[in-house]
């Protein structure tokens, strides 16, 4: 991961998330309740269901939204039953992008994140045409600002909590883990008194493709309209801007 800042694309899009935060929300409800209905409503023994919370509260989404979108899922005949679908494709450049969605409607679902690639100077790929550029990881962002600790004492808490990798700037410690390790990292650190800005599972690329500046525009309209589909629940890509 060196040499890669995934806050840096958090902080990027974030001005564009935060007018959206209706859309999202309605999103965050959607995998909040299918975790739900698929595993039960106790967070500390469900683990996708307090990953769904976790990102939940780091969108600040209002506690009455989280405990209605679980409650939903134990009112019998209530709401659909949702699939997770990846597919892959390619923005300009050849930049490879991966799209989940949460969906009821696979033609749905697929027909229209076609058109926003291709609508927007991309193109679908094959099953296994870019997913291969990224790992699975986990990871945590925590602010710099006044939090008196440097580089050093953070990587020893980091290497005891079981986390494998460091990134620190100006503003923020960047900790990425094994998935597998990813629940166990967070809770430590956690407990050790670290307030996380950020803590996910995600997908990591591998390497970094930079963005031709003639293509800056018609690549960021590419992700708007696949992050706009209301099927839509998370867009990674290996773009370096």
Same mark, same amino acid.
């Given at each position: 991961?060196?040499?890669?800042?995934?806050?840096?694309?958090?902080?990027?899009?974030?001005?564009?998330?935060?007018?959206?935060?209706?859309?999202?929300?309605?999103?965050?409800?959607?995998?909040?309740?299918?975790?739900?209905?698929?595993?039960?409503?106790?967070?500390?023994? #469900?683990?996708? %269901?307090?990953? !769904?919370?976790?990102?939940?509260?780091?969108? #600040? &989404?209002?506690?009455? #939204?989280?405990?209605?979108?679980?409650?939903?899922?134990?009112?019998?005949?209530?709401?659909?039953?949702?699939?997770?679908? %990846?597919?892959?494709?390619?923005?300009?450049?050849?930049? !490879?992008?991966?799209?989940? !969605?949460?969906?009821?409607?696979?033609?749905?679902?697929?027909?229209?994140?076609?058109?926003?690639?291709?609508?927007?100077?991309?193109? &679908?790929?094959?099953?296994?045409?870019?997913?291969?550029?990224?790992?699975?990881?986990?990871?945590?962002? =925590?602010?710099?600002?006044?939090?008196?600790?440097?580089?050093?004492?953070?990587?020893?808490?980091?290497?005891?909590?079981?986390?494998?990798?460091?990134?620190?700037?100006?503003?923020?410690?960047?900790?990425?883990?094994?998935?597998?390790?990813?629940?166990?990292?967070?809770?430590?650190?956690?407990?050790?008194?670290?307030?996380?800005?950020?803590?996910?599972?995600?997908?990591?690329?591998?390497?970094?493709?930079?963005?031709?500046?003639?293509?800056?525009?018609?690549?960021?309209?590419? =992700?708007?309209?696949?992050?706009?589909?209301?099927?839509?629940?998370?867009?990674?890509? #290996?773009?370096?801007?």
């Amino acid at each position: 991961m060196a040499g890669h800042s995934k806050w840096k694309n958090i902080q990027h899009r974030k001005g564009a998330q935060d007018a959206k935060k209706g859309k999202i929300f309605q999103k965050l409800s959607k995998e909040i309740y299918q975790a739900a209905k698929d595993g039960g409503t106790d967070p500390d023994t #469900n683990a996708a %269901l307090r990953l !769904a919370v976790d990102k939940a509260k780091a969108n #600040n &989404m209002p506690n009455d #939204n989280v405990d209605r979108a679980i409650k939903r899922a134990t009112d019998s005949g209530q709401g659909a039953d949702y699939k997770e679908v %990846l597919y892959e494709g390619y923005g300009p450049s050849g930049i !490879a992008v991966l799209v989940y !969605a949460l969906t009821d409607n696979l033609n749905r679902s697929s027909t229209n994140i076609r058109v926003a690639f291709d609508r927007n100077g991309g193109s &679908m790929g094959e099953k296994g045409s870019v997913n291969y550029m990224f790992d699975r990881k986990g990871y945590i962002a =925590i602010s710099r600002e006044n939090l008196d600790i440097d580089e050093d004492d953070m990587l020893m808490h980091v290497l005891e909590a079981g986390g494998e990798d460091l990134e620190t700037s100006d503003d923020v410690f960047e900790i990425y883990t094994e998935a597998t390790e990813f629940a166990q990292v967070r809770d430590a650190l956690k407990e050790a008194g670290f307030e996380l800005d950020q803590s996910e599972l995600t997908m990591i690329p591998q390497t970094t493709v930079p963005v031709p500046e003639d293509k800056v525009s018609v690549f960021e309209k590419l =992700i708007d309209a696949l992050e706009d589909d209301d099927d839509v629940s998370d867009v990674y890509h #290996n773009a370096d801007i």
